[in-house]
C-alpha cells in the first residue's frame, strides 16, 4: 500500500463488511494499529477487504487473501 493518511484509512474501513459492527471507539483503536502495520515495512498484501472478529479480536482480510488480528490494547498484529 502506497503511503496513506489516517483519515483515508478510516474512510476506506468504513466502507468493508463488519465496520458496523464496532464501536467508534474500537474503529479509532482499530484503525491506529492498522495504519502502524501497513506503513511499517513494506506492505504487500493489499487494501482492507473486510472487517471482523476472531478469538476476541478485531481482524481485517486483504486483497491478497492473508488476514491479521489486530491487539488493540499493545498495537500489535499477527
Avoid at 43 to 56: A, I, Q, R, T
Avoid at 67 to 74: A, E, K
Wanted: glycine share 8%; with cysteine; hydrophobic share 35%.
Amino acid at each position: 500500500m502506497k503511503k496513506i493518511t489516517k483519515e483515508a484509512l478510516k474512510n476506506m474501513l468504513s466502507k468493508k463488511s463488519g465496520w458496523d459492527m464496532l464501536t467508534d471507539g474500537v474503529r479509532d483503536l482499530l484503525v491506529d494499529v492498522v495504519l502502524k502495520h501497513v506503513t511499517t515495512g513494506k506492505w504487500e498484501n493489499g487494501n482492507p477487504e473486510n472487517v471482523f472478529l476472531d478469538d476476541g479480536c478485531c481482524c481485517v482480510r486483504y486483497q491478497n487473501g492473508m488476514w491479521w488480528h489486530y491487539d488493540l490494547v499493545n498495537k500489535t498484529w499477527f
